[in-house]
């Protein structure tokens, strides 16, 4: 076992969030009270999750319940990270077109066994890979938008589609998304050791095996998040999503 589960640990953790609060505080990034949250959140929800998953992995109705929630917070999370406004629920798109076809095709060619204990952690990696391109991807695109407005009308002016004029700015910063599941996947084995592959030897599988999965992994969360990233990088560009307040956007 990597770590034990007891007080050292507890206080451990406790003294580096506190650290993170506090040099995030010191240096003004701005997110000390936020840290702190998502801190204390994550200790409570991975302490319920713990005990949640050996019962939800013993019947269907529940795994899939388990699922379906799994997705619905990462919406819910991508979207409200990309605007507050009510398009934040197109976020639903991009996540499900980067996830699904990854677990069918795995479901179905039996590499992925039907099973909670497998299907649990593989869906749940997957869906963070795509939470985390959306999220990028569609604040990037956004915020360039905002910024070169003048580049995006004088592209409306030319004669581009609005759609068109809208890719034209923020293809190139959307694109941005990708870069920290390329630089994982190029420097995998040389500068980290990423989960999978040591949670694998951890088991006490093979290196080969450890690395086998671990490659999986990465290739799998290189294809959706580029799913991901085509995908809320459309629904910008044809203004499905937008950070235009409700009552203008009725008025365009």
Avoid: K
């Amino acid at each position: 076992m990597l770590l034990p589960v007891n007080i050292t640990l507890g206080i451990v953790l406790a003294v580096l969030l506190a650290a993170a609060v506090a040099v995030a505080a010191v240096a003004r990034l701005g997110h000390a009270r936020a840290i702190a949250v998502a801190g204390l959140r994550a200790a409570a929800q991975l302490a319920a999750v713990s005990y949640l998953i050996g019962w939800v992995v013993g019947a269907l109705p529940w795994l899939v319940c388990f699922l379906v929630l799994m997705f619905a917070v990462a919406v819910r999370t991508a979207g409200r990270r990309i605007t507050r406004n009510h398009t934040w629920w197109w976020a639903a798109v991009p996540i499900a077109v980067g996830v699904a076809p990854v677990i069918g095709i795995l479901l179905l060619t039996g590499l992925l066994p039907p099973r909670g204990l497998t299907l649990i952690p593989v869906t749940g990696i997957l869906i963070g890979g795509a939470l985390t391109a959306t999220v990028l991807g569609g604040r990037r695109a956004l915020d360039e938008l905002e910024t070169r407005r003048g580049e995006f009308e004088a592209g409306i002016a030319l004669g581009l589609l609005d759609r068109d004029a809208r890719m034209e700015v923020a293809r190139p910063a959307a694109s941005d998304a990708l870069l920290p599941g390329l630089d994982q996947t190029r420097t995998v084995g040389l500068v980290t050791l990423p989960g999978a592959f040591v949670g694998m030897l951890l088991g006490g599988a093979s290196p080969v095996q450890a690395g086998a999965v671990q490659l999986f992994v990465l290739v799998a969360l290189l294809a959706v998040q580029v799913a991901a990233c085509a995908v809320v990088l459309e629904l910008v560009a044809c203004g499905r999503m937008h950070r235009v307040p409700s009552t203008a956007a009725e008025g365009e």
